[in-house]
Antibody, heavy 120, light 110 residues
Framework: QVQLVQSGAEVKKPGASVKVSCKASGYIFTSYAMHWVRQAPGQRLEWMGWIDAGNGNTKYAQKFQGRVTITRDTSASTVYMELSSLRSEDTAVYYC?????????????WGQGTLVTVSS | QSVLTQPPSASGTPGQRVTISCSGSTSNIGSNGVNWYQQLPGTAPKLLIY???QRPSGVPDRFSGSKSGTSASLAISGLQSEDEADYYCAPWDDSLNGPIFGGGTKLTVL
């Protein structure tokens, strides 16, 4: 069965970077895309970007352009999301979610979420 | 950036039918299928409906979706206490080149 297992909670200081991992299993890793979505406390879900796990192509939401980097390690079936220049507003639960590389696109499996807390 | 509008809350009694609306624009709902996600308290979102009205394996047929123009709706019939959750509509947005999420609707089963 498809599983996405994320790394554990992180506490970071403002200005630092955080790197969250998402290990996939139960399907052909390179045949799908992986998206990252975050949810600040009490807020809506917010899409950050995605990576084509096959060719490594990425697309980022304009809001995060320049601060977010999504990469993958095909040998480990793992996707990484790094967010830099952290500020308090980045405190949120970060989710990875699998999707097709083609339309219609939908996020069919989600990781359990990783809480990132930014605090001085 | 386009905005998707959902009512912040909805409620019903066990056995009732409730609907949740989602209003968007031509760049998202108007030109792409609508997906719905259910988020139970303290858990990750789960795909509930994809491409307007398709249910993934394991989702009860009490859940149904529809779309017309730039609006969509989720219907839940035979409401059960375990349906109490947040529900998000999320079509693909062509201008974003990614999914866009509505504000979420908190469903309370009275």
């Amino acid at each position: 069965q498809v599983q996405l297992v994320q790394s554990g909670a992180e506490v970071k200081k403002p200005g630092a970077s955080v790197k969250v991992s998402c290990k996939a299993s139960g399907y052909i890793f390179t045949s799908y895309a992986m998206h990252w979505v975050r949810q600040a406390p009490g807020q809506r879900l917010e899409w950050m970007g995605w990576i084509d796990a096959g060719n490594g192509n990425t697309k980022y939401a304009q809001k995060f352009q320049g601060r977010v980097t999504i990469t993958r390690d095909t040998s480990a079936s793992t996707v990484y999301m790094e967010l830099s220049s952290l500020r308090s507003e980045d405190t949120a639960v970060y989710y990875c979610a699998r999707a097709n590389n083609w339309k219609p696109r939908y996020l069919d499996y989600w990781g359990q979420g990783t809480l990132v807390t930014v605090s001085s | 950036q386009s905005v998707l509008t959902q009512p912040p809350s909805a409620s019903g009694t066990p056995g009732q039918r409730v609907t949740i609306s989602c209003s968007g624009s031509t760049s998202n709902i108007g030109s792409n299928g609508v997906n719905w996600y259910q988020q139970l308290p303290g858990t990750a979102p789960k795909l509930l409906i994809y491409t307007n009205n398709q249910r993934p394996s394991g989702v009860p047929d009490r859940f149904s979706g529809s779309k017309s123009g730039t609006s969509a709706s989720l219907a839940i019939s035979g409401l059960q206490s375990e349906d109490e959750a947040d529900y998000y509509c999320a079509p693909w947005d062509d201008s974003l080149n990614g999914p866009i999420f509505g504000g979420g609707t908190k469903l309370t089963v009275l």
